[in-house]
């Protein structure tokens, strides 16, 4: 049984305004039946999602039941209003405001905290990240706030300094975590976070005529070289694809984010499912553990891979 660690359920891979329309009414729950069953083909009993502000992932909780799949999500991300985030969550103007709508995830059941820091990679131009990161301030009170509160704290961050800074901040887990550097990957290996790099979305849509190939084939070479640098220092990593991303189908996302860890890594995965522990990563602190012999782990929901 596998896990995929980073979904968006409302997504289908194909258009994102298209995916929006099909809950602009309510929630369209073939759509969650449908990836369910995606996944439910692949083996897949564990989602951990990235939320949504259309009610989606919230209603997928309720009917994961059926499918035999634990699914997890934070109901919906939280972003600072005027920057990145609107398409996965909803926006706050100072931290009281964040606070409360902190209260209000756990309220409508989110199982963790989802924060967006930084904007997202210019596949258009030259690969660079979008906007300017939130404070390292603001970052730390955000993760502090969230962590009072008893929920684990899932990061979207990009770029070498804001990542370095979300991991000084207490985040559990990085998502996608584009374009670190040495100094960043030995920060997370020096502490508990997660990294999650959705290495795939790059992957998928090299050759699809949709963006410059020069510019993907460039991330995707920055991508791989810091997931070897972060494997051989020992971070704790998680195979999740961004599912329902562009080009990044339900079910299909995970083995893809398998296969490109594979390519990536080479013969240094080939004795990975010698693991016999059994970890299930579903919201963080909790699930981030050593083994006895102080090796870290790829974790795979349910399955922990040691390298």
């Not at 939280?78 to 709508?101: C, D, M, S, T």
């Not at 509160?149 to 975590?177: L, P, Y």
């Amino acid at each position: 049984m596998f896990g995929e660690n980073h979904a968006h359920i409302f997504m289908n891979a194909v258009n994102y305004r298209q995916a929006v329309r099909k809950h602009e009414n309510g929630v369209d729950e073939e759509v969650i039946h449908s990836h369910f069953r995606a996944y439910q083909e692949k083996n897949i009993s564990f989602v951990r999602d990235g939320g949504d502000n259309l009610q989606v992932s919230k209603r997928a909780k309720e009917l994961a039941g059926e499918y035999g799949i634990d699914y997890r999500t934070p109901v919906f991300a939280i972003h600072r209003k005027g920057h990145y985030g609107g398409i996965v969550g909803r926006g706050f103007e100072n931290l009281k405001e964040y606070a409360a709508l902190v209260k209000e995830a756990g309220a409508q059941g989110g199982d963790f905290i989802k924060i967006m820091t930084t904007g997202i990679m210019d596949f258009n131009t030259d690969g660079s990240v979008t906007e300017t990161p939130l404070s390292f301030g603001e970052v730390k009170e955000m993760v502090h706030i969230a962590h009072e509160e008893g929920f684990s704290v899932m990061a979207h961050t990009n770029g070498a300094r804001a990542v370095r800074e979300v991991v000084e901040a207490g985040a559990d887990s990085v998502e996608h975590g584009n374009y670190v550097d040495g100094e960043t990957i030995q920060a997370m290996a020096e502490s508990d976070v997660v990294w999650v790099p959705t290495i795939t979305v790059v992957k998928n849509m090299i050759g699809c005529g949709r963006f410059s190939d020069k510019v993907l084939k460039k991330i995707w070479e920055t991508g791989s070289r810091n997931i070897r640098s972060a494997f051989a220092r020992g971070v704790h990593m998680a195979l999740g694809s961004d599912a329902g991303a562009y080009r990044v189908y339900h079910g299909q996302g995970l083995a893809d984010e398998w296969n490109c860890f594979k390519e990536i890594l080479g013969d240094s995965q080939k004795n990975s499912r010698d693991s016999k522990e059994i970890n299930r990563y579903h919201d963080g602190r909790e699930n981030i553990r050593r083994t006895q012999n102080g090796q870290k782990k790829i974790f795979c929901a349910e399955r922990t891979y040691l390298l």
